[in-house]
């Protein structure tokens, strides 16, 4: 029985030379003036204002552990997906499923499932709206003001039952007067990136705002292990030249980037005491998926030992986790199409309805859809074809929320509210197994098993 252990790694884009950090109280120092010396310096703290308990209220003052960041932290660091937070967040760590499926671990908890249409430990919101499913939200962070993480288990507050805890993206609002923005920038891999935006009113009482984001990357940021002339267990052999419309493939990189995002919201200010927002945002990955790393192989027959080992993998280069460039990995030097072909679309309302001085009415309510649309994606790790894999999928939600709360108050503050939500998933994964007796021996058929982060290619 043959066992083929790869795992898998991401290599993050540096659009910043330099390293900014962030805490959750920005600390400005001022210097009082004095005619002859400065006997001392006056401290003054900014106070940062969170919705952690969906109300507006100092982060000092809640009893949870918050971590807090602006938008301009996020671009400094060129963070442009959820799974970057990393950077920012102690304690979060983001996984590749292995089916282009993110995995958000917060304090250590986490959910290791490798569909797409798996809930996760660690709910994403856009504005108090829920992404059911981690996938979703890519796209999430564009035309951002600020990000909360709520660590820890969140109960029903947020709807989803938590048990690791809550990322809140808070997105800029339409602004009363005109104004406009656009942000390039330029990376290693040939990584090219435009954001703009704009804002402003159209009539007394409405207003809208705009954002758009294009990122693409020409290079691929992973380098096959046997194939790229610079990995160190090159083996002479170049991609292949197939012609016609797979002429570019049996590469030996891996990783270009192809994605869109964007984001419309309108504000109605129907009356004093009514405000309507509705917001359509979206996003489009058709980027090239990860490759995967074989970092062992071993035998687990335990008759034939080593003999049971194919020998196209008996001596196959490895790599050492801790050591090694981690950008090599290993794909099928074959005429595959890895790319990915995901789609997500999403539109709500929100409801501000003040029926006193000291209650407000909630109601937000939304709709969304996540298309698979027969993403391509390696699963060997090596450069054999064995069962890559094509993802079908479509998932269909709507959530409706309603709450009644509390002007709030230094004194006190009550909410009282109800969630509904409701998930239509289909999925189908099939794998390519057109070559798949390359990997068998005399003694077995194949089977493959994937499981993240470590992924094992059985045979016996």
């Not at 059911?132 to 951002?144: C, E, R, T, V």
């Not at 990783?255 to 504000?267: I, N, P």
């Not at 999403?346 to 859809?369: K, P, V």
């Not at 230094?410 to 007796?437: C, H, I, K, M």
Request: include cysteine; aromatic fraction near 10%; charged fraction near 20%.
């Amino acid at each position: 029985m043959l066992n083929i252990v790869s795992r898998s790694l991401r290599c993050s884009r540096v659009f910043a030379l330099g390293l900014a950090t962030s805490f959750a109280l920005e600390a400005i120092a001022q210097s009082a003036p004095q005619p002859e010396k400065i006997n001392r310096s006056r401290l003054t703290l900014e106070e940062v204002i969170v919705v952690a308990q969906k109300r507006e209220e100092g982060a000092d003052h809640i009893p949870l552990a918050i971590a807090t960041y602006s938008g301009d932290d996020l671009d400094v660091l060129g963070i442009t997906d959820t799974r970057d937070l990393g950077k920012l967040v102690p304690g979060f760590s983001y996984a590749d499923g292995g089916f282009n499926t993110p995995i958000y671990t917060l304090r250590g908890v986490g959910f290791n499932e490798n569909s797409q249409t798996a809930s996760a430990t660690v709910g994403v919101y856009i504005n108090e709206f829920n992404l059911p499913f981690p996938i979703m939200s890519k796209g999430a962070n564009l035309d951002i003001s600020r990000v909360e993480v709520l660590k820890g288990p969140q109960g029903t507050l947020y709807g989803r039952n938590t048990t690791g805890g809550a990322i809140n993206y808070i997105t800029e609002l339409p602004t009363d007067s005109f104004v406009y923005g656009v942000e390039l920038g330029y990376g290693r891999y040939d990584t090219k990136e435009l954001e703009a935006f704009v804002s402003g009113p159209l009539t007394d009482t409405l207003s809208a705002r705009v954002a758009y984001r294009q990122i693409h990357a020409s290079e691929g940021w992973q380098k096959s292990n046997t194939r790229h002339p610079d990995s160190p267990n090159y083996n002479g052999k170049t991609g292949r030249d197939l012609g016609g419309p797979y002429g570019r493939f049996g590469y030996d990189e891996l990783g270009e980037q192809d994605k869109t995002a964007f984001r419309a919201t309108l504000d109605w200010q129907a009356s004093n005491d009514l405000l309507l927002r509705g917001h359509l945002d979206g996003w489009r990955d058709r980027s090239e998926p990860q490759g995967l790393q074989v970092i062992d192989v071993e035998s687990q027959n335990v008759i034939l030992g080593e003999l049971a080992v194919h020998p196209n993998v008996a001596n196959y280069p490895t790599v050492d986790p801790d050591t090694d460039d981690n950008t090599l990995a290993d794909w099928p030097n074959t005429g595959l199409n890895f790319q990915l072909d995901d789609q997500f679309i999403s539109g709500g309302i929100r409801a501000e309805w003040n029926l006193s001085d000291i209650t407000t009415l909630y109601a937000l309510a939304s709709i969304g859809q996540f298309e698979s649309d027969g993403s391509f994606i390696p699963q060997s790790g090596v450069d054999t074809e064995n069962t890559e894999r094509s993802v079908f999928a479509t998932t269909d939600y709507h959530n409706v929320e309603v709450r009644l709360a509390s002007t709030p108050s230094d004194a006190w503050f009550w909410q009282l509210g109800v969630n509904y939500s409701e998930d239509e998933v289909d999925e189908v994964s099939a794998p390519s197994t057109t070559r798949t007796s390359v990997l068998s021996s005399p003694w077995a058929c194949p089977r493959v098993f994937p499981s993240s982060p470590r992924w094992f290619c059985h045979t016996g």
